[in-house]
C-alpha cells in the first residue's frame, strides 16, 4: 500500500528539528515520501516572512534528499492556508484514500488543533501524526482529538522557528539550528532583523 506523509508548515525558517522529525517519522513509518507543505497564509499566525522567501529557504533545506519533496498546493491555491482543504485537495490529484495519506504536524500545534477549521473532518480524512515536542503534556487535549490520532516514535528535539527568529534578532548564532545555505540566506535578506 501507498503510504504518504503531508508535512505542513510555515518553515520560517525550516531548521534542523524539521529535517530530523521528517527523516525518522520517514524511517519509522516507512513512508514513500515526506510532502512539505509550506502555507501560503497561516490562518492563526499573522507575524511571518514572504511565502517566496520560505519557499526559497525550503527548497535549499530539503535538497538532495530522494525522500523529501516539496509541494506548493498551499501556495497555488492563494490566500488563508486550511489543512482540511489541503489534505482533500492532495488526495484528489493524488488519488489517494484515507489509509495513504498521513498529515504530520508537531505537539505544539496540537494544542490549539481542537479549533482548526474542520478539525474532525481532517481526523476522518486522513491519519493524523504527531511528533512531540519537549513539554508536552496531552492533558489539555480533548479526547475526541486524542482517539484519532497516532504520535510518531522519534526522539524529541528541541529547536523552534520561533527561537531561531527571536536568536537573531538579539544578534546570536544560528549556526547548527538551520543548514548552511539557509543560514547564508537569511543573513543575505536579512529576513529576522528588526
Not at 1 to 14: A, E, H, S
Not at 83 to 101: A, H, P, R, V
Request: net charge positive.
Amino acid at each position: 500500500m501507498k503510504k504518504v506523509c503531508l508535512f505542513g508548515g510555515t518553515f520560517d525558517p525550516p531548521h534542523i528539528g524539521h529535517l530530523l522529525v521528517a527523516q525518522t517519522v520517514a524511517e519509522a513509518e516507512d513512508f514513500e515520501k515526506i510532502i512539505f507543505i509550506l502555507a501560503n497564509q497561516p490562518p492563526l499566525k499573522n507575524d511571518f516572512s514572504k511565502v517566496d522567501h520560505r519557499l526559497s529557504m525550503l527548497k535549499m533545506a530539503v535538497a538532495g534528499n530522494p525522500k523529501f519533496d516539496i509541494s506548493e498546493i498551499d501556495i497555488d491555491r492563494g490566500g488563508v492556508s486550511f489543512t482540511i482543504d489541503t489534505i482533500k485537495e492532495y488526495k484528489k490529484i493524488e488519488n489517494l484514500n484515507s489509509k495513504e495519506i498521513y498529515y504530520l504536524f508537531g505537539s505544539d500545534s496540537l494544542i490549539r488543533f481542537h479549533k482548526w477549521e474542520q478539525a474532525k473532518d481532517i481526523l476522518n480524512e486522513c491519519q493524523v501524526l504527531v511528533a512531540i515536542r519537549p513539554g508536552f503534556r496531552p492533558s489539555s487535549i480533548p479526547s475526541w482529538v486524542l482517539k484519532k490520532i497516532q504520535f510518531a516514535n522519534i526522539p524529541r528535539f528541541e529547536i523552534s522557528s520561533t527561537t531561531i527568529r527571536k536568536r537573531w534578532a538579539e544578534d546570536k548564532t544560528i549556526r547548527y539550528m538551520v543548514t548552511q545555505p539557509v543560514w547564508e540566506y537569511v543573513n543575505a535578506h536579512k529576513l529576522y532583523s528588526q
